[in-house]
């Protein structure tokens, strides 16, 4: 051959390689995903805007007995701020707005003597609860951005000025500092107003009157929580991380379906999160919308198996079964990781699993998610073959069956102390509420053995508890799968009932009624207090009022 | 009377007063104000916009032989600034834009390796000179708002940004810090550039080539501050305080006569200090010119003086009698503060002065101000007379050359100590470099004890010095209007010769070579070191060639 002759046969060999691999593997889902996301953003919900006004001034002060050692004090109405000069002797005044919002905040300032002669300067911050403006945010402590916390420096040149502060704040109250005026003039505030957004435009029904009054109030709190979290997608929180991520998305869309029937947020999210999965096919954990939709590259193990459960949620709870068809690849794909890590004997290589994933399940150090992550997979090889049968695609995961029951057989084999009663975990056997709970919402457990499981964990010496809600949510869920229903209506009293009964006006990311100051981030002001994993007792308690509604 | 008819007959009476009094003191230029408002207004040149990109990246370093001990070592090209990732370890990088420039910095944002998982913060703080931004701003200990110095915080919520920082700043130097971001990711600048503004748009003829390199220094850092300052109005100092005061405008239409010419700018000031003067007619000392044009209400005795000083030069420099006229009730009224303090022994009760006005002339603590008061109010009057000869309104002041003379007399009887030669002032007999130059400018001083005065004054042991290069403008100019070239030229070389030599970019508000340090503000960051009141070298450079240009 001659030399120009190879060369060509070497480039037609390498051109059909590269075609041959990509077809292959370089995207699963080529043909879909760009009407995924045309469709998630069609779906794109209109914000309603509403205009809210202060309802007045607050002061901070320590207490012991309140929540992270501060509450708000009512110190009279916000025309104390209007009618008054804001100087240093006035600064640091807090602002209540009286209910947990998210939006943008906008001021007006005026001369109130003599000219503006130089500039000024005001701080805002906007905090969720009372702690959060009592607390220095510098030197800051913690492991996530610093620029999460909700300070702005405005420097003002003119008056009178009405100023926007451009960032999406979510907060309650509102402290004013003074950073620096001239003392040639004074000015104040002639109004503070706060749009307010989210994509929630209905009001559920009332519970039946012969709910208890804590009920309603866990009631009433979870709905705000869910409606600030409810924006252009579920957000996991509104001040952070103001993102969708699977796992908050399958219990916001939960508790939405038995609230405010948002169903098509729902399909959007689930669409978008199908459009901005990776290429193999598996979903990364959470997307960003701005600039344009695109992923974070992260991937979480158990939200994989989540996305399928929410996808099952919504087909039964809509009828929408062209959507279950249409993502049913996605779905179908997520089992793979089951397979991957089942090993011969039935147990899940949870430790290769550790390794190479981002296993979570909870914000518990010292949490072991052997038995979390086999009950887990087992849950969602079951509920995935549910799907599966409302679209007829049994034939597509005709191993799930045998698969979920030779993972089921070596749970009960491995991970059941009769002796106790409880399901253990790891090398080290730990019990913990997030074991049992999947076992029991896995079916591992018979309900017997559930019911004994979960007696028992809550007395166990050394049992782990849950690290916050998200993970009570599981344990709520197993307790009214296996009947408890008195016991479920006391943990979601006694838990969701304690924040209730610390002030919160929404429902927190994090919370340990053993330690109130903690953080998943080092710094408890970074913590979340509008998180919608918390806000699952709307769901409990609407989907089962014959056990929370009397 | 029938108490009807008393009520009427009351009420008419105290109409008549009310009418009586304000047709008297209302406003004593109530049917022209709104006309000068509107020329003013007609005169608000547009500015012109050049788009600047940085120079490169400077160090900062200690150097006991810089000014105000920092100098700004260069540290190679911008490129190390858009070729990185920005994070805690290049925070603080000072970036130079090679010139001092007026007007709005925007800067570009983008990923660089990961996806923006959080907000991030930073701060620039922009700084005319090195030692701005090397001097910690807090604990602030200054006299003026904190808000005058120009360090902004913006957070970033999405990539890629482009942020306008939206205050106009003065600077040559920015300094850039990182304040926050999440681990997740790595972002860097994309582009920093900044609009410069001005007013002027001409580039003065260069000077004679027989002009030494220093005296060409001078010109070219006074054009510079010139330039700066020329906005919509001539502003006092583009950092601070940003605005129109009578004593600057004076200055800066001295220089701009023989530099950039734009007579134009001189007359809206002019008009506009005229339209917002106090209803009594008396002159105010500075205007604002947002959010619409209006005072300070703040009187300054002697910038009362200098603006009938800037009619006159402005009606000399173009011709415009027209306008002379329109504004000649205004300089006629400002001489009434003369009147009103002038003793009937012919000397001007400067405590009283004092004690009722801001009597100005200089920053400097301590110095008594009889003499210069005395001086100046000769000097207003013969002024403002030949002004009034100018426009044919001699005859409404006919009292001021005996007034005149009366002072001279009474100066020249009080204030001159035969023994030393010098002029001196106040019941200590204080002999400062002020109370010569007025007593020279006005006239009081024949030519030979003018230049024995200005002699004797610059090796007098307690001689009060000039505080900055206001007064210094004074003092050369006595130098050169009594002949005495050659100290003239010595004085301006020596003085902001010493500013160039100490890397001057502009000339500054203040400059004492024995204290590097001072601040009328308590904290040197505050000066403005771009004031237009020091550029008057540009004047006398270019009116006295035969002075400084060879």
Redesign the interface.
């Given at each position: 051959m001659t030399s120009n002759f190879q060369r060509i046969v070497l480039a037609m060999i390498c051109l059909l390689v590269t075609i041959g691999s990509s077809t292959n593997a370089q995207d699963l889902y080529a043909t879909q995903r760009q009407g995924w996301l045309k469709k998630a953003e069609a779906l794109k919900p209109a914000l309603t805007e509403t205009v809210k006004h202060p309802k007045g001034i607050v002061k901070l002060e320590k207490d012991p007995a309140a929540f992270q050692g501060w509450k708000a004090v009512p110190a009279g109405g916000i025309e104390q701020l209007y009618n008054a000069s804001f100087d240093k002797r006035n600064s640091g005044i807090v602002v209540d707005f009286g209910e947990h919002l998210t939006g943008y905040c906008t001021f007006s300032l005026k001369t109130r003597r003599?000219?503006?002669?130089?500039?000024?300067?005001l701080k805002l911050t906007f905090g969720e609860i009372p702690s959060e403006l009592a607390t220095p945010f510098d030197p800051?402590p913690g492991?996530?951005?610093?620029?999460?916390l909700q300070d702005?420096?405005v420097?003002?040149?003119?008056?009178?000025a009405t100023i926007i502060i451009p960032?999406?704040v979510a907060f309650r109250y509102v402290k004013i500092e003074w950073?620096?005026?001239?003392?040639?003039f004074e000015f104040g505030f002639s109004d503070i107003q706060f749009k307010a957004v989210t994509s929630v435009t209905v009001t559920p029904p009332a519970l039946a009157a012969s709910t208890p009054d804590i009920i309603k109030d866990i009631d009433r709190v979870g709905l705000t929580t869910l409606k600030e979290c409810m924006q252009t997608v579920y957000e996991d929180g509104p001040k952070?991380?103001r993102r969708l991520w699977i796992g908050d998305l399958y219990l916001e869309a939960l508790a939405n379906t038995y609230s405010f029937k948002n169903d098509s947020l729902t399909k959007r999210c689930l669409y978008l999160l199908a459009a901005l999965s990776n290429p193999d096919g598996i979903l990364n954990s959470n997307v960003?919308e701005?600039?344009e939709p695109?992923?974070?590259?992260s991937r979480l193990l158990d939200y994989c198996y989540l996305y399928n459960v929410a996808l099952k949620e919504y087909v039964i709870a809509t009828g929408d079964k062209q959507t279950g068809l249409d993502l049913w690849p996605v779905a179908k794909k997520q089992l793979d990781i089951a397979r991957q890590y089942a090993g011969a004997d039935g147990m899940m290589d949870y430790v290769k699993a550790g390794k190479e994933w981002w296993v979570f399940f909870d914000w518990k150090d010292g949490l072991d998610k052997q038995a979390p992550l086999q009950g887990s997979t087992i849950y969602a090889l079951n509920q995935t073959y549910q799907l599966a049968k409302l679209l007829g695609k049994e034939n597509e995961i005709a191993d799930v069956p045998a698969l979920s029951k030779k993972l089921k057989d070596a749970a009960r084999k491995n991970l059941y102390d009769k002796t106790s009663g409880l399901f253990v975990s790891g090398t080290n056997k730990q019990a913990s509420y997030g074991g049992q709970a999947w076992m029991v919402l896995s079916g591992v457990a018979t309900k017997a053995e559930a019911q004994k499981a979960l007696r028992t964990i809550v007395t166990h010496k050394d049992a782990v508890k849950p690290g916050g809600p998200y993970m009570y949510h599981y344990f709520v869920a197993a307790l009214i799968e296996t009947g408890m229903h008195a016991e479920a209506k006391t943990a979601l009293t006694d838990y969701w009932g304690g924040m209730v009964n610390k002030g919160a006006d929404t429902f927190w990311e994090v919370y340990d009624p053993a330690d109130e100051l903690r953080s998943p981030y080092n710094f408890y002001p970074m913590n979340s207090y509008c998180h919608a994993w918390s806000c699952t007792p709307v769901y409990f308690i609407r989907k089962y009022p014959e056990i929370f509604q009397r």
């Amino acid at each position: 051959m001659t030399s120009n002759f190879q060369r060509i046969v070497l480039a037609m060999i390498c051109l059909l390689v590269t075609i041959g691999s990509s077809t292959n593997a370089q995207d699963l889902y080529a043909t879909q995903r760009q009407g995924w996301l045309k469709k998630a953003e069609a779906l794109k919900p209109a914000l309603t805007e509403t205009v809210k006004h202060p309802k007045g001034i607050v002061k901070l002060e320590k207490d012991p007995a309140a929540f992270q050692g501060w509450k708000a004090v009512p110190a009279g109405g916000i025309e104390q701020l209007y009618n008054a000069s804001f100087d240093k002797r006035n600064s640091g005044i807090v602002v209540d707005f009286g209910e947990h919002l998210t939006g943008y905040c906008t001021f007006s300032l005026k001369t109130r003597r003599a000219d503006m002669d130089a500039p000024l300067r005001l701080k805002l911050t906007f905090g969720e609860i009372p702690s959060e403006l009592a607390t220095p945010f510098d030197p800051y402590p913690g492991s996530l951005s610093r620029a999460w916390l909700q300070d702005e420096t405005v420097t003002v040149s003119v008056l009178p000025a009405t100023i926007i502060i451009p960032r999406r704040v979510a907060f309650r109250y509102v402290k004013i500092e003074w950073l620096g005026a001239s003392r040639g003039f004074e000015f104040g505030f002639s109004d503070i107003q706060f749009k307010a957004v989210t994509s929630v435009t209905v009001t559920p029904p009332a519970l039946a009157a012969s709910t208890p009054d804590i009920i309603k109030d866990i009631d009433r709190v979870g709905l705000t929580t869910l409606k600030e979290c409810m924006q252009t997608v579920y957000e996991d929180g509104p001040k952070r991380d103001r993102r969708l991520w699977i796992g908050d998305l399958y219990l916001e869309a939960l508790a939405n379906t038995y609230s405010f029937k948002n169903d098509s947020l729902t399909k959007r999210c689930l669409y978008l999160l199908a459009a901005l999965s990776n290429p193999d096919g598996i979903l990364n954990s959470n997307v960003f919308e701005a600039p344009e939709p695109h992923a974070q590259k992260s991937r979480l193990l158990d939200y994989c198996y989540l996305y399928n459960v929410a996808l099952k949620e919504y087909v039964i709870a809509t009828g929408d079964k062209q959507t279950g068809l249409d993502l049913w690849p996605v779905a179908k794909k997520q089992l793979d990781i089951a397979r991957q890590y089942a090993g011969a004997d039935g147990m899940m290589d949870y430790v290769k699993a550790g390794k190479e994933w981002w296993v979570f399940f909870d914000w518990k150090d010292g949490l072991d998610k052997q038995a979390p992550l086999q009950g887990s997979t087992i849950y969602a090889l079951n509920q995935t073959y549910q799907l599966a049968k409302l679209l007829g695609k049994e034939n597509e995961i005709a191993d799930v069956p045998a698969l979920s029951k030779k993972l089921k057989d070596a749970a009960r084999k491995n991970l059941y102390d009769k002796t106790s009663g409880l399901f253990v975990s790891g090398t080290n056997k730990q019990a913990s509420y997030g074991g049992q709970a999947w076992m029991v919402l896995s079916g591992v457990a018979t309900k017997a053995e559930a019911q004994k499981a979960l007696r028992t964990i809550v007395t166990h010496k050394d049992a782990v508890k849950p690290g916050g809600p998200y993970m009570y949510h599981y344990f709520v869920a197993a307790l009214i799968e296996t009947g408890m229903h008195a016991e479920a209506k006391t943990a979601l009293t006694d838990y969701w009932g304690g924040m209730v009964n610390k002030g919160a006006d929404t429902f927190w990311e994090v919370y340990d009624p053993a330690d109130e100051l903690r953080s998943p981030y080092n710094f408890y002001p970074m913590n979340s207090y509008c998180h919608a994993w918390s806000c699952t007792p709307v769901y409990f308690i609407r989907k089962y009022p014959e056990i929370f509604q009397r």
